[in-house]
């Protein structure tokens, strides 16, 4: 009768189609005033006289006002017209605009590059819920109401809303790897899918290629105010550890019991290095607060490690969660799912493959 493990079902970025009925809803096209993205286009949905955070064009899906609660699916935003916020904290629609944005950019990503028709690959949007609780610091996703829930942080204090762009990506990716390879959100497998969500919701960074927020491989660097030189963080993908909390190398003795949001660390430098190589990302070099160099950011000395890109990188990882991961899957197996969809993609002994192997070796992952 013991409890032989545990572990949440609510997946979140720190340590059902949306929307009302309408009758004779139309499609629509808005622009929203973003907090970090700027100007953006928002599909909504035209009803009546009014207008919805509802995009017919993805699934239907929608963006919720929790309005500062912490239970039930809030409502819908509407306005009387079709612009949301005004670039600041303090109207509710702001941080309604950059989720809404998020959502659909992570939704163009997994179509345009992957082929994949939303979370579940069935066509069908989720549900985004803003404003959720009083100063939470954080963002998720919910199986249970094939939802994103995304807190005010504390309202631009200090920290931003959790609805800027790669955090999106992440939430989203949670439902993803919920309706592929399932890992469970404990041990490695928990690890392995943090990761995955750091690894997409950064390929989404990259694929909006929007310069109000340039793409780079740390996460939530824009909830963060002065923050030109990113020494503020939630995660950095090229030397985990720099938030000093992320296991940058394997370690047989630590990672397999290590927080999800630790152990994340190896698969989030597996793909950098696999993508980059062993190059220093601007800014983070010597004379900077980071102060790196290449051979700080391997575990295995091999400084001459050379990138395949992050288009390969990204295809070769989303096979590998859509058909050879499964539930339970460890860094070992995660190390032989990489390699099985290389030699799909590429051809078994390609550049690709090969590179896939050195990568894991470069992080401890023999």
């Not at 950059?98 to 990503?109: E, K, L």
């Not at 069908?124 to 942080?153: E, K, L, P």
């Not at 631009?156 to 592929?180: C, K, N, Q, W, Y």
């Not at 990882?317 to 030699?343: C, E, H, I, K």
């Amino acid at each position: 009768g013991r409890i032989l493990d545990q572990w949440d079902n609510v997946q979140t970025a720190k340590p059902g189609p949306g929307g009302s009925s309408c009758t004779g809803a139309t499609a629509a096209i808005g622009s929203g005033k973003s907090l970090t993205a700027g100007d953006v286009v928002l599909n909504t949905t035209k009803c009546g006289n009014s207008f919805r955070l509802v995009d017919p064009t993805r699934g239907g899906g929608a963006t919720h006002n929790m309005s500062m609660k912490t239970s039930g699916m809030g409502a819908v935003f509407t306005g009387s017209v079709n612009t949301w916020g005004n670039y600041l904290v303090s109207n509710t629609q702001t941080a309604a605009a950059d989720a809404h944005y998020g959502v659909a950019t992570t939704w163009d990503y997994y179509k345009t590059v992957h082929g994949r028709s939303g979370i579940a690959n069935d066509g069908v949007g989720a549900i985004s819920r803003v404003h959720y609780g009083r100063n939470y610091q954080n963002a998720s996703w919910s199986d249970g109401c094939f939802c994103m829930t995304f807190g005010d942080g504390d309202n631009g204090a200090t920290i931003l809303p959790f609805v800027v762009l790669d955090i999106a990506g992440h939430e989203m990716t949670h439902g993803v790897t919920s309706r592929s390879a399932g890992l469970i959100y404990s041990g490695e497998s928990g690890g392995l899918n943090e990761s995955t969500s750091d690894i997409f919701g950064t390929s989404v960074e990259y694929y909006a290629n929007n310069a109000n927020d340039p793409a780079d491989y740390v996460i939530g660097e824009e909830l963060f105010l002065n923050n030109a030189n990113m020494s503020q963080a939630i995660r950095y993908m090229f030397k985990p550890d720099l938030d000093n909390y992320s296991q940058s190398c394997y370690d047989p003795a630590t990672t397999p019991t290590a927080a999800v949001h630790s152990s994340s660390g190896i698969g989030n430098h597996f793909f950098y290095l696999l993508a980059e190589g062993a190059v220093v990302p601007a800014g983070f070099g010597a004379g900077s607060w980071a102060n790196l160099s290449p051979s700080s950011l391997v575990c295995n000395g091999n400084t001459s490690l050379v990138g395949i890109g992050r288009a390969a990188a990204g295809k070769i990882w989303y096979r590998a969660l859509t058909v050879y991961m499964t539930s339970s899957t460890n860094y070992a197996g995660a190390r032989a799912a990489t390699l099985s969809a290389a030699a799909d993609l590429y051809g078994a002994g390609s550049t690709q493959h090969n590179a896939v192997a050195a990568a894991w070796s470069a992080v401890s992952v023999n």
